[in-house]
């Protein structure tokens, strides 16, 4: 089995800053990619910011310039940090990750999607 585990969700005010953590564990072999989503009340879930193996970074237009993603691949870690939080950007914050368990799965391109039970991140005065 594969957990996410996201941590570092809570109230800011508006302007404020954040830095939200996954972390992975079970039995990994490699992980691709690592993305963080977002679920606002009421709202589907909406992709935020991706992070490939080979650090290639995809953010999504709203939090350009705000937002910024990272990895420590050694520590099977993705952060997000977050700053100029707007109420907008109120929502459970999801963490999503492409991993293998074996080499076997790496040479046949068998990546298993595990998502996190995510974190809330509430802006609010």
């Known amino acids: 089995q594969v957990q996410l585990v996201e941590s570092g969700g809570g109230l800011v005010q508006p302007g404020g800053s954040l830095r939200l953590s996954c972390a992975a564990s079970?039995?990994?072999?490699?992980?691709?990619?690592m993305a963080w989503y977002r679920q606002a009340p009421g709202k589907p879930r909406e992709f935020v910011a991706r992070?490939?193996?080979?650090?290639?970074?995809v953010y999504t237009d709203s939090v350009k310039g705000r937002f910024t993603i990272s990895r420590d691949n050694a520590k099977n870690m993705a952060y997000l940090q977050m700053n100029s939080l707007k109420p907008e950007d109120t929502a459970v914050y999801f963490c999503?990750?492409?991993?293998?368990?074996?080499?076997?799965?790496?040479?046949?391109?068998?990546?298993?999607?595990?998502w996190g039970q995510g974190t809330l991140v509430t802006v609010s005065s």
């Open positions: 999503n990750a492409y991993v293998t368990r074996t080499y076997a799965d790496v040479v046949n391109d068998r990546y298993q999607e595990v």
């Open positions: 079970g039995s990994i072999f490699s992980i691709n990619a």
């Open positions: 992070i490939t193996g080979g650090s290639r970074i």
